[in-house]
């Protein structure tokens, strides 16, 4: 579903993804885990496409949706707002959030790592690049999205997601360990 | 298209949540536009320029039977500088240190040589090197203008008794002398040659002749001032069009800078990287919506002008008609600012410092802008390729030219070619946004 071929990404001097290949298979649910600074956010976000690789090329079959680590929306406008503009802007159809009707920059971090969430959901997309998304979640709200998470794996799809929580890693269906820019 | 419209909307949606920061930036530029015009009349106020009197003048010189009271008559005649009675060190002491922009001196024997009649006295003037340097010297040269206005008359009024004596006889004095003169009168009676008799008589006739032709040769055109119901400074012109323009600029480069630099900051730009918007169409919302506020806002500030121009009852009144025509104008300098500021968003790292950087480079582009091409053809030339200036002449020939469209194009055409520079400059500068 996505092919990624000696992807690497440069700051600068400074080195945050050395050259990677990547390929996710339809069905899998793929946990990466390194310590900070390891190059997860980075990997993540050049297969979604937020980020364009310093060299080599990533190929992308399906739709895919992308929840950063941090919520990247608009603050000023309500969760309903964010969803209607990012919906329109993909063509995608418009769905409902349980949030409140307030500036996304007046709701609490678990609410806005819920719009963040929704977001990436937005046009059923069939595979999801999700940077710890179970931060700042309630109980409930994780056990949800995983159970989302499950659903779209058994029907097809795909999921690759950063995590520092041991716990997280044993839903995956392979590991992918990174260390300073580097897969091991 | 389609998705910068999208962007626009939310942009203006965000911009009507934030009243604050839109009072801000429609009353910066009015502020900046009021400091600038108190500016530029303290450029009209009066210069401070000494007066050294080497020749001691006394309180009155009788000049042609005249007696002129000497201060009396210089303040009278100097209306246009305020002249301040040093002595010589003190005057070059002030004119070195700038208190005074110039000095004018009476230098000694001034008075003997004027009560003489046969040659014209000397007024020395000494002035910095500087932009005042030439307006002093008008000055000056207005003040001499005027003085010799008052001396002429009296000098008219000795001449003509002269040529009385010459007509009917009499006594005179000339340089202290004393003498009788028998006249042509007089004359005429004791010769009895008949040309010489018929020289006396057309020379009698052209001595008659005599006041109104020196009246003629002294002022052989007259400048005669008839005060009018004109347009107050505030209210003219040239006020109106820079005030647009400020607005403009100010207002579309700062909007621009900070909306785009807010979409970095919210962490945006990459998710809107990923197909949802192209780079081209997020740039192209944000010179939108400058464009847009710059069209709505300085339309409001021309129809305020107005209603002051028509509730002052100022002559010509406001060219109403016009008014429409300010819209496409407004919207096109707005786009051209808003595409600066763009310019100046890819390069500062956040929205604060975008703002920020967008205020500190506007506001010497716009002190370049209404310095005076022929006081530094230098900052004309940089100016010319800035859009501030162009948009002034835009909108004052809009408002005021006879007939403006062709300046109107070469203004419009000028910015466009601007503006099209600015946005692909920050279209290629773009990428590191999302870097």
Redesign the interface.
Same mark, same amino acid.
């Given at each position: 579903m996505i092919q990624a071929r000696g992807v690497s990404r440069r700051?600068g001097a400074h080195v945050a993804l050395h050259e990677t290949d990547f390929d996710l298979a339809s069905g899998e649910l793929v946990a990466l885990v390194g310590p900070n600074g390891a190059g997860k956010s980075t990997l993540l976000?050049v297969l979604?496409? $937020? !980020? /364009?690789p310093s060299t080599g090329s990533v190929e992308r079959r399906v739709s895919?949706g992308?929840a950063?680590q941090?919520? $990247? =929306?608009?603050?000023? !406008?309500t969760p309903r /707002?964010n969803v209607e !503009?990012?919906a329109? =802007? $993909?063509r995608a159809p418009v769905v409902g959030v349980d949030l409140p009707e307030r500036?996304a920059a007046e709701l609490s971090v678990g609410q806005r790592q819920r719009l963040n969430l929704a !977001?990436a959901f937005l046009g059923d997309p069939r595979v999801l690049l999700l940077d710890e998304p179970t931060a700042a979640l309630d109980d409930d709200r994780r056990a949800a999205l995983w159970q989302q998470v499950a659903a779209l794996c058994t029907d097809g799809g795909a999921v690759v997601f950063a995590t520092q929580l041991h716990e997280e890693t044993e839903r995956a269906d392979r590991v992918v360990q990174l260390h300073g820019g580097h897969v091991e | 298209m389609r998705r910068a419209a999208l962007l626009l909307r939310k942009d203006l949606r965000v911009l009507r949540r934030s009243p604050l920061l839109l009072a801000v930036l429609v009353s910066y530029p009015l502020l900046i536009a009021l400091l600038l015009a108190l500016v530029a009349g303290y450029a009209n106020a009066k210069p401070r320029v000494a007066f050294v009197d080497d020749d001691n003048l006394p309180e009155t010189v009788e000049i042609g039977g005249r007696t002129f009271h000497v201060e009396r008559t210089i303040r009278r005649v100097s209306d246009d500088v305020v002249l301040v009675p040093l002595d010589r060190d003190e005057a070059e002491r002030q004119l070195r240190n700038g208190k005074v922009v110039a000095i004018v001196r009476v230098p000694a024997g001034f008075v003997a040589q004027l009560k003489a009649m046969q040659r014209s006295p000397r007024l020395e003037l000494e002035t910095t090197r500087g932009l005042l340097a030439s307006r002093v010297t008008q000055q000056m040269q207005a003040l001499v203008y005027s003085l010799n206005r008052e001396l002429q008359d009296a000098f008219i009024a000795a001449n003509l008794h002269y040529v009385d004596l010459l007509l009917h006889g009499g006594t005179g004095t000339f340089l202290g002398r004393r003498f009788d003169v028998l006249g042509l009168e007089r004359a005429e009676s004791r010769v009895s040659d008949p040309e010489v008799r018929e020289f006396i008589e057309v020379a009698q006739l052209a001595l008659d002749q005599t006041d109104d032709a020196l009246e003629a040769t002294a002022n052989p055109i007259e400048l005669e001032t008839v005060s009018a119901a004109g347009r107050t400074w505030a209210l003219s012109a040239q006020v109106q069009a820079h005030a647009l323009a400020l607005v403009t600029t100010f207002l579309a480069a700062v909007l621009a800078a900070a909306a785009l630099a807010a979409e970095r900051d919210e962490r945006v730009l990459q998710r809107l990287a990923r197909g949802l918007a192209s780079l081209g169409e997020v740039l192209a919302s944000k010179v939108s919506l400058a464009a847009l506020v710059a069209a709505v806002l300085g339309l409001g500030v021309a129809v305020a002008f107005g209603v002051a121009v028509e509730a002052a009852g100022v002559q010509g009144g406001e060219p109403w008609s016009r008014v429409p025509a300010l819209v496409p104008a407004l919207l096109l300098a707005g786009a051209v600012a808003g595409a600066f500021g763009a310019l100046v968003a890819t390069l500062a790292r956040e929205a604060r410092s975008a703002t920020l950087v967008a205020v500190l480079v506007v506001l010497p582009m716009v002190f370049l802008g209404i310095v005076p091409r022929e006081a530094a053809p230098a900052a004309g030339w940089v100016s010319d390729a800035l859009p501030f200036a162009h948009e002034v002449r835009l909108f004052d020939t809009l408002l005021y030219d006879v007939d403006p469209w062709r300046t109107a194009l070469v203004e419009a055409g000028w910015l466009l070619a601007i503006g099209v520079a600015l946005f692909a400059a920050a279209r290629a500068l773009m990428r590191r946004l999302t870097a």
């Open positions: 700051y976000s979604a496409g $937020a !980020l /364009e895919t992308w950063p941090r919520p $990247a =929306l608009y603050s000023r !406008l /707002e !503009l990012f329109r =802007l $993909a500036p !977001l | -």
